[in-house]
């Protein structure tokens, strides 16, 4: 039968009517992809088992759909709130796995019997499972008309710990680690051995920290928490670890450890003196290597911060830029490598919640640390995943955003996937809202001890499950659209455009297009003028063209320039005369490369700007080519640039209504393409802005 989930998820795919995106269902129920596939499976079956006559279709781009007749609909929501004592093909093959990793074996008559299921359709689902299986080095037995796992403990407790992971989300776990009282697990075959010894792992992992001054990124606990869950399962069951131990695994041998060695002893019910449990101790060892560490850890090695030194250089190198915040970036990234050599050295795996969406937002990053990795052996990162990989992209481009400081309300970064992830979304909510001011990054169990006296809401990438002190609100590290809108609402400011006047400039020229369409204008300068003012707010003809620039920001007739180089002449000339700080040139460069905004405000004429704290008064200059140039990735050809410092659109409206001219003058535009002299154009400014407008 159907979860109450996988019904609202088939109810939301026979109302939409076309395909929902898997980044949707992924956000809007909180599931990981894996979960996804098998949801969308089980409702395969379902749709199968009630005689539905439907096929549901999947496409990897755009997700999944259903689509239905009205009569189908209501025969299908009949069907859907009956009530059903079977289970799914997909939770067969859950349940049994999870029951032959608590028992020794299991009886196949038994299995028969208790799904109500023939013998040829048993045969399937032995073979599903064989392949699923497959994934962790594990053989399905069948023999003597019973079934058991062949293979290495290590790989059953692989098998184990994303079987919970299934079970106990992340935020489910995080309030463990936030509450001193005892923890209760949900009800489930699996989790029937561990519930006596939940909270215990909970202290024991406190434990470690404390006597190691190093503490675990929110995620680290959870995988750690469900390795130690697996862990003493197995063990209690009486199957043991083999590990050719090296020195490295012995840190928990050390004195300083003997508390928590005590207490993991006891948890596993074995003498703290035996070969079984020094194995068991090197086996958690393992993985608290590999656990990520919080940026103010301070165990970092030399060899560590020389290869992040290393990555950063050649990032910086191959993209020609600065990072913001250097030394914190490969301090970070330092803190990072020495867990992640750990995981490639044990071959502990780690997932990486964010990756498709740094996939999108930053691909050609991924690509590049992949090449240099690559090219790279020295660096003994070649075995890197992509997932390490885009936890090393975090550090990177968090520190290619800006953070301009223009504090109003208190906010708090909530993450728990590290010092990374929390710079990206840091870095996104500063040049959002420079409106309010980011108190600090903080771990979910901080989180819980903040209270409204110190930060007014917590911008967190996973939801809380238990009460908080101060109000919250879930976002992806890089706050797409939908989540930039309600911070909106919940902030109670708008967030900064990137692009002051793009989109007032469209809506003008929309507004004239339709008036000139229905009658001729005597006076259409003026016209274009007064929409200008009124869909900007600013009535007031104000401000002088000549005050916001300077003879030497003007260039003409330039040739053998691509569009960076423009941008970067452009914004030399603005900083030589204070309009800005140095900085405000890449940070364009880097808002046209990313595609967000082409910039092109008319057929050859682009006008690149954006807000910054780099600007320090409102200013221009402006650039015409010999030539056409391509501007950006876009396939618009430009001859005129216009790179404008805005600071409010009552200061540089003049400006644009100076452009918009331009741009409605054949003539104008014809004499600007040819003219070669700065005086000339100078004049020209100068006049406009003397004209009382009624010409």
């Known amino acids: 039968m159907l979860s109450v989930r996988q019904k609202e998820l088939l109810e939301r795919l026979m109302s939409e009517r076309d395909f929902v995106s898997l980044g949707t269902i992924k956000e809007v129920y909180q599931l990981s992809p894996r979960t996804i596939r098998q949801d969308l499976l089980e409702i395969e079956e379902w749709l199968l088992e009630v005689g539905a006559d439907l096929t549901l279709e999947r496409n990897r781009k755009r997700g999944a759909r259903l689509v239905v007749t009205r009569e189908q609909e209501q025969n299908l929501l009949k069907a859907l709130h009956e009530s059903q004592d079977f289970l799914s093909a997909n939770q067969r093959w859950l349940d049994t796995q999870k029951r032959l990793l608590v028992q020794e074996f299991l009886p196949i008559e038994e299995l028969q019997e208790e799904y109500q299921i023939s013998q040829s359709t048993l045969q399937n689902d032995l073979n599903r499972m064989k392949q699923q299986l497959a994934d962790y080095e594990l053989v399905l037995v069948r023999e003597s008309r019973r079934l058991f796992l062949q293979g290495s403990e290590r790989h059953k407790r692989m098998l184990f710990v994303d079987l919970l992971r299934e079970i106990l989300p992340e935020q489910d776990v995080f309030p463990m680690f936030v509450s001193e009282e005892d923890i209760h ?191 790279s052996p020295e660096w003994g990162l070649s075995k890197m995943s992509k997932h390490e990989i885009g936890f090393l992209a975090i550090h990177l481009c968090a520190a290619l955003v800006h953070k301009p400081q223009l504090p109003v309300r208190r906010v708090a970064i909530v993450c728990s996937s590290g010092v990374g992830t929390s710079m990206m979304l840091e870095g996104a909510i500063r040049r959002l809202f420079p409106q309010v001011v980011v108190v600090g990054q903080f771990s979910v169990q901080q989180a819980h001890q903040l209270n409204q006296a110190e930060v007014d809401l917590l911008i967190t990438t996973i939801p809380f499950t238990t009460r908080m002190q101060v109000d919250w609100i879930k976002v992806s590290p890089l706050v797409n659209l939908k989540e930039q809108k309600i911070l909106e609402e919940r902030l109670g400011v708008q967030a900064t455009q990137v692009k002051t006047d793009l989109d007032v400039i469209d809506t003008v020229q929309s507004v004239f297009d339709l008036v000139t369409s229905h009658t001729t204008l005597e006076k259409p300068r003026a016209l274009y003028q007064d929409l200008y003012r009124f869909f900007t707010g600013s009535r007031k003809r104000i401000g002088r063209v000549t005050s916001l620039t300077a003879i030497d920001c003007i260039f003409l007739q330039e040739s053998g320039r691509d569009w960076r180089s423009c941008i970067q002449a452009l914004h030399t000339s603005l900083e030589r005369n204070q309009f800005v700080r140095s900085g405000y040139g890449e940070e364009l460069i880097r808002e046209v490369e990313s595609g967000h905004h082409s910039y092109i405000i008319a057929p050859g004429i682009a006008f690149p700007h954006l807000r910054s704290s780099s600007v320090k008064g409102c200013g221009f200059a402006i650039m015409t080519l010999e030539e056409p140039i391509q501007f950006g990735s876009s396939d618009d050809f430009v001859w005129w640039v216009i790179l404008l410092a805005p600071v409010d659109q009552s200061q540089h409206s003049k400006v644009v209504e100076m452009i918009l001219e331009t741009i409605h003058s054949e003539e104008k535009v014809k004499w600007l393409q040819e003219e070669s002299s700065k005086e000339s154009v100078w004049d020209w400014m100068r006049v406009f802005e003397e004209d009382d407008h009624d010409a």
């Open 185 to 375: 697990l949900p009800t489930d075959s699996l989790l029937q051995s561990c519930e006596l010894w939940g909270t215990d792992l909970v202290r024991l992992i406190h434990l470690i920290e404390s006597v190691g001054e190093s503490y675990f990124v929110d995620d680290s606990k959870y995988e750690l928490f469900l390795n130690g869950l697996a862990q003493v399962s197995r063990v209690r069951m009486g199957h043991f670890i083999e590990l050719t131990s090296d020195d490295e695994l012995r840190v928990l041998e050390q004195d300083s450890y003997g508390q928590a060695r005590v207490e993991f002893a006891r948890i596993l019910g074995l003498d703290e003196s035996s070969e079984a449990f020094l194995n068991e101790l090197s086996y958690i060892t393992m993985h608290v290597l590999g656990a990520r560490r919080l940026s103010h850890s301070n165990q970092i090695s030399y060899s560590n911060e020389q290869t992040a030194r290393a990555i950063v250089t050649r990032f910086e190198q191959e993209n020609q830029t600065r990072l913001i915040r250097r030394e914190d970036v490969i301090s970070g990234l330092s803190i990072h490598l020495k867990s992640a050599f750990y995981r490639l050295k044990y071959g502990t795996a780690i997932e990486n919640s964010f990756y498709s969406q740094l996939e999108q937002e930053y691909g050609v990053y991924l690509d590049q640390l992949q090449s240099f990795i690559q090219s």
